[in-house]
């Protein structure tokens, strides 16, 4: 042994020599056999990192989400709704390392709702609204009247000023609150036959002045030249020539009562470029 050296030093030094000799190979297995619990350890710890690191993006709270039933556009939307996400944290000034964004385009409801598909929808629905998740509920006129029909959604008017209601005065729709009182009675015949008086009515949900007690809970969503018609949503509702109670179908977007900040409404549709 070198004087002045250690064991420790001394045995270091006879593995350098000796691994300075092997090939490739015996290199190879020689660190795995003295190094492979070091190695085993640090791929732990970087999957660990990384898995904490992934948990922690995907659990930030939404500072926006909405839902978008009945969206079929025939495609994949899953890439649509990336993009949007992203051009709405910036277009919005969300800051991304806090808060995330959601166009939840998967929820399918129809009047009779007997699927259980839909039924866990309508569950997933009622419970993200009681927790204040939900912002924007865009829907086709008979979803969107259903959900207006139970007093889902806002007064406009009792949320925003007359000056930022005035750009959208010509595409406001209106429910009759006069029908929330209505008597449905009392046995499934009688809710039934119920149900089919309120699908057969004529009216227009433009119009303020054919309804009793008129509230303005949505703004209609034109069916061209804005983000959401060029995405290809609702476009079935004019292909297929789609209407409900007398009138065409139409896109209509309301805000929750549980919506704690109505305002990010107001810049979604400014996003959406309906104007």
């Known amino acids: 042994m070198a004087i002045g050296n250690s064991v420790h030093d001394e045995i270091r030094e006879q593995q350098k020599k000796a691994f300075a000799t092997m090939s490739p190979k015996e290199k190879l297995s020689y660190f795995w056999d003295y190094y492979k619990i070091h190695t085993l350890v640090i791929i732990c710890a970087v999957i660990f990192v990384f898995s904490f690191v992934r948990q922690m993006q995907e659990n930030k709270p939404y500072a926006f989400y909405a839902v978008l039933i009945n969206a079929l556009n025939g495609l994949d939307s899953n890439d649509t709704n990336v993009i949007w996400e992203n051009e709405f944290l910036e277009y919005a000034g969300i800051d991304s390392e806090t808060y995330r964004v959601c166009f939840d385009t998967s929820i399918t409801q129809s009047s009779t709702g007997g699927s259980q598909y839909e039924m866990a929808n309508r569950q997933k629905m009622a419970a993200m609204m009681h927790a204040g998740d939900i912002h924007v509920i865009i829907a086709d006129t008979e979803t969107f009247e259903d959900y207006a029909h139970v007093e889902t959604f806002y007064d406009l008017t009792q949320i925003f000023t007359e000056e930022e209601l005035a750009p959208y005065a010509d595409l406001l729709y209106y429910t009759d ?16 036959a119920a149900q089919r008086a309120f699908y057969t009515k004529v009216i227009d949900h433009s119009d303020p002045s054919a309804m009793k007690k008129p509230i303005p809970v949505g703004i209609r969503i034109p069916a061209s030249e804005n983000k959401l018609a060029d995405a290809g949503f609702y ?41």
Do not use: H, K, W
């Not at 609150?177 to 039934?192: K, N, P, Q, V």
């Open 235 to 275: 476009r079935y509702l004019q292909e297929g020539e789609y209407s409900f109670q007398g009138y065409p179908s139409e896109t209509v977007l309301g805000i929750p009562l549980s919506s704690e900040d109505p305002s990010l409404a107001l810049q979604f549709l400014s996003f959406l470029d309906i104007l």
């Open 177 to 192: 609150a006069a029908a929330f009182d209505e008597d449905t009675g009392t046995s499934l015949e009688e809710m039934e």
